[in-house]
């Protein structure tokens, strides 16, 4: 089919990842339309109509681009001219090694950002079905959140249903009724400013009652979505507690790499962090507490945490169901559908996990899409990078039988083979090494294929 270089390219979500491809098309010089049904139509997740909302937590997680993947990726994203990284980096809060952001700036400015160049026009609509056949290119990017109807057009291209899993959501406190007499400012191991999150301690007693109130306490029920996965990524902390009554504490609440000034002697048994959620520092998240508990257990039993006994809520946790594609079996390399080259996925739909796994595919789609209609072949970056290990998964490289969301993480990365995987004694490269290694190689190979 022959692609009209005047006609707009169709971005389905104004999400993160949608509001990145259509950022890409934009800078190639493509004109687009992007499609956001809020806040005609809301979701169960959703609290504005911004584009770009994050719905779950602040933080795009570590920013270290020589030992985390995910900083890795953060860097990648960055030299491609990504506008969500520039948002993020603009409206930046303290976490530590973290980036985390005031949610409602950095959704602000994507939108400033978009609704401001000439070659965007955002439609207010929601996109049901069937894909009209006159929109010769379509980036679906509606994430785990897609619509009913949406879905249902989605599965009539697919001929597949679409996997299912849940995703939670953490609360959000205000600062001011915090207890500073029990709670203490500090980073584990003083990373970044060394004071970037607040802590509550739980000593031996306090931890064994509040792992028997998270075990005996109500929760949410979704009887009509029973045998849908969770996420292992994003487990409720009831789920973790189910697992183990250790789990917590080896898990969101571990005490290590921080001292509780009110009492420095005594090593508390489980520590409960809060990261700040926007700007002014009135917000805070308390991290990993995303849950399926009712609102008036969350209440109860997060007011038995030393220093937050009189918390106020800004938000409480919360429960979805996500959806995402089989990718490796539906989706080409160039993450369009086998069976309808002219449209692609981008984000979450995809079965990436993650803000910043996300806006990397939707990053990605764009330039596809924006290399065709401009008549050129879509260039993959390499499976070595960031960016090609993920995409890499998505499309092929897992197992289609057993596709389940995944972070990106240097085990999806091609091995150090020869000489570059061993160290100057001739062994094999290990731990922060082999982590160095690869993230060195991944920036040289990403500069070339940028060169070519």
């Given at each position: 089919?022959?692609?009209?270089?005047?006609?707009?390219?169709?971005?389905?979500?104004g999400?993160?990842?949608?509001?990145?491809?259509a950022?890409?098309?934009?800078?190639?010089?493509?004109?687009v339309?992007l499609?956001e049904m809020?806040?005609?139509?809301?979701?169960?997740?959703?609290?504005?109509?911004?584009?770009?909302?994050?719905?779950c937590?602040?933080?795009?997680r570590?920013?270290d681009a020589?030992?985390n993947a995910?900083?890795?990726?953060h860097?990648?994203?960055?030299?491609l001219?990504?506008?969500?990284?520039?948002?993020?980096?603009?409206?930046?809060?303290?976490?530590?090694?973290?980036?985390a952001?005031?949610?409602?700036?950095?959704?602000?400015?994507?939108?400033k950002a978009l609704?401001?160049?000439?070659l965007i026009?955002?439609?207010?609509?929601?996109v049901?079905?069937?894909?009209?056949?006159d929109?010769?290119?379509v980036i679906?990017?509606?994430?785990?959140?897609?619509?009913e109807?949406?879905?249902g057009a989605?599965?009539?291209?697919?001929g597949?249903?679409?996997?299912?899993?849940?995703?939670?959501?953490?609360?959000?406190?205000?600062?001011?009724?915090?207890d500073?007499?029990?709670a203490?400012?500090?980073?584990?191991?003083?990373?970044g400013d060394?004071?970037d999150?607040?802590?509550?301690?739980?000593?031996?007693e306090q931890?064994?009652t509040?792992?028997d109130?998270l075990l005996?306490?109500?929760?949410?029920?979704?009887?009509?979505?029973?045998?849908?996965?969770?996420f292992?990524?994003?487990?409720?902390i009831?789920?973790?507690a189910e697992?183990?009554?250790?789990?917590?504490a080896?898990g969101?609440?571990?005490?290590?790499?921080l001292t509780n000034?009110h009492n420095?002697t005594?090593k508390?048994r489980?520590i409960?962090?809060?990261?700040?959620?926007?700007?002014l520092?009135?917000?805070?998240?308390?991290?990993?507490?995303?849950?399926k508990?009712t609102?008036?257990?969350?209440?109860?039993i997060f007011r038995?945490?030393p220093?937050?006994e009189?918390?106020?809520?800004?938000?409480l946790g919360g429960?979805h169901?996500?959806?995402f594609?089989?990718?490796?079996?539906?989706?080409?390399?160039?993450?369009a559908?086998k069976?309808?080259?002219?449209?692609?996925?981008a984000g979450?739909?995809?079965?990436?996990?993650?803000?910043?796994?996300s806006?990397?595919?939707g990053?990605m789609?764009?330039?596809?899409?924006a290399?065709?209609?401009?008549?050129?072949?879509?260039?993959?970056?390499?499976p070595t990078?960031a960016?090609?290990?993920?995409?890499?998964?998505?499309?092929?490289g897992?197992d289609?039988k057993?596709?389940q969301p995944m972070?990106?993480?240097f085990?999806?990365f091609p091995p150090?083979?020869?000489?570059?995987?061993?160290n100057e004694?001739?062994?094999r490269?290990?731990?922060?090494?082999?982590k160095?290694?690869?993230?060195?190689r991944a920036r040289?190979?990403l500069?070339a294929?940028?060169?070519s």
């Amino acid at each position: 089919m022959t692609i009209n270089p005047f006609n707009p390219v169709h971005v389905i979500g104004g999400g993160l990842a949608g509001s990145e491809a259509a950022w890409q098309l934009a800078r190639a010089g493509v004109p687009v339309t992007l499609h956001e049904m809020r806040p005609k139509r809301t979701t169960d997740a959703h609290l504005t109509d911004g584009l770009a909302e994050l719905v779950c937590s602040n933080s795009f997680r570590s920013d270290d681009a020589d030992f985390n993947a995910v900083g890795l990726l953060h860097q990648e994203m960055r030299t491609l001219g990504s506008l969500i990284m520039q948002a993020a980096d603009d409206n930046k809060v303290p976490a530590g090694g973290a980036l985390a952001v005031d949610r409602e700036a950095f959704s602000k400015a994507v939108e400033k950002a978009l609704a401001s160049d000439p070659l965007i026009e955002i439609s207010r609509e929601e996109v049901t079905g069937p894909i009209p056949e006159d929109w010769e290119n379509v980036i679906i990017a509606t994430g785990p959140l897609t619509s009913e109807r949406l879905a249902g057009a989605i599965r009539e291209l697919t001929g597949k249903n679409a996997l299912s899993f849940f995703d939670a959501i953490a609360p959000i406190v205000h600062k001011d009724s915090i207890d500073f007499d029990k709670a203490w400012y500090q980073s584990r191991y003083d990373k970044g400013d060394g004071s970037d999150y607040i802590n509550c301690p739980l000593d031996g007693e306090q931890y064994e009652t509040f792992i028997d109130d998270l075990l005996s306490a109500e929760k949410t029920e979704f009887k009509e979505w029973e045998g849908t996965p969770y996420f292992e990524g994003c487990l409720p902390i009831e789920v973790m507690a189910e697992r183990g009554r250790q789990t917590l504490a080896f898990g969101p609440m571990k005490p290590v790499g921080l001292t509780n000034p009110h009492n420095p002697t005594v090593k508390p048994r489980g520590i409960v962090q809060l990261r700040q959620d926007n700007a002014l520092g009135t917000l805070y998240n308390i991290v990993g507490f995303q849950t399926k508990l009712t609102y008036g257990e969350q209440k109860r039993i997060f007011r038995s945490i030393p220093g937050l006994e009189k918390a106020e809520f800004a938000r409480l946790g919360g429960l979805h169901r996500n959806t995402f594609l089989n990718s490796p079996k539906l989706l080409d390399e160039t993450l369009a559908l086998k069976s309808h080259p002219r449209i692609r996925f981008a984000g979450q739909i995809t079965g990436c996990e993650g803000y910043v796994e996300s806006t990397a595919v939707g990053l990605m789609a764009g330039r596809y899409v924006a290399a065709g209609h401009m008549g050129q072949p879509p260039s993959p970056p390499p499976p070595t990078t960031a960016l090609g290990a993920l995409l890499d998964h998505i499309t092929g490289g897992a197992d289609e039988k057993t596709y389940q969301p995944m972070n990106v993480n240097f085990g999806l990365f091609p091995p150090l083979d020869g000489p570059e995987g061993l160290n100057e004694k001739g062994k094999r490269l290990k731990g922060k090494d082999r982590k160095q290694a690869m993230s060195d190689r991944a920036r040289a190979d990403l500069k070339a294929w940028l060169g070519s």
